[in-house]
């Protein structure tokens, strides 16, 4: 079946450090990928998407860029800020049915 | 526009009793999930709606959970009896069929 492996955490940086969480996927076909966000107290909300191969997906800051040949979707942001701190969620969508599958999820926390 | 409303937030029960979560999805929404999010996992699909209809149930434990979406708008999450095993944060989302999903805030269930 289909799966999500982000990498462990938890992350801890100093403000403007960079950020990378790495995301890879097992799926049969072409499945969208998504990273959401999920704020302390907060549910789930989307950050950025990439549909289809070398796809770049960005939204304040971060970014993602579709591999379909490493099944990969990393996030990056260049200077991450305490704000930022979070638990990011690496997901995938396969077919019509838009059923999520969510990675485990990688807490990040960002020290002033 | 109002996002996905989730009541109540927080619900603490002893074990063996009902319990019954509340969602309203956005306006105009026809797509309708219930998520069963863990402590340290990703959001894992219980049940989703196509307006009235569930289409995918298959991994909603049906000997002790029940859902309903009255008149394709509202949905009620039911667990009778709640066991131990079943403390975890309750994700509601909605979505035009094939587009992105909104997540509301979730239902944390403490069973003690």
């Known amino acids: 079946g289909d799966s999500v492996t982000q990498m462990e955490g938890p992350v801890t940086l100093s403000e403007e450090a960079f950020l990378t969480i790495n995301c890879t996927y097992t799926?049969?076909?072409?499945?969208?990928l998504f990273w959401y966000v999920q704020y302390p107290g907060e549910g789930l909300q989307l950050l950025l998407k990439a549909t289809k191969a070398d796809d770049k997906g960005s939204n304040k800051g971060f970014e993602a860029t579709y591999r379909k040949e490493t099944t990969s979707f990393h996030l990056e942001k260049g200077s991450v800020q305490v704000s930022d701190s979070a638990v990011y969620f690496c997901?995938?969508?396969?077919?019509?049915?838009?059923?999520?599958?969510f990675g485990k999820g990688t807490l990040l926390t960002v020290n002033p | 526009e109002a996002g996905v409303v989730q009541s109540p937030r927080y619900k603490i029960i002893e074990k063996k009793q009902p319990v019954a979560f509340w969602c309203n999805p956005i306006s105009g929404h026809n797509t309708l999930y219930w998520y069963l999010q863990n402590l340290g996992q990703g959001p894992e699909l219980l049940i989703r709606y196509e307006n009235e209809e569930a289409v995918d149930d298959s991994q909603l434990p049906k000997d002790r959970f029940s859902a309903e979406r009255l008149k394709g708008v509202d949905s009620t999450l039911k667990i009778q009896p709640a066991e131990l095993g079943d403390s975890a944060v309750y994700l509601c989302?909605?979505?035009?069929?094939?587009?992105?999903?909104?997540f509301g805030q979730g239902t944390r269930l403490t069973v003690v």
């Open positions: 799926a049969t076909g072409y499945p969208s």
């Open positions: 997901a995938l969508v396969r077919g019509s049915n838009y059923k999520l599958t």
């Open positions: 989302a909605s979505s035009y069929t094939d587009r992105e999903a909104f």
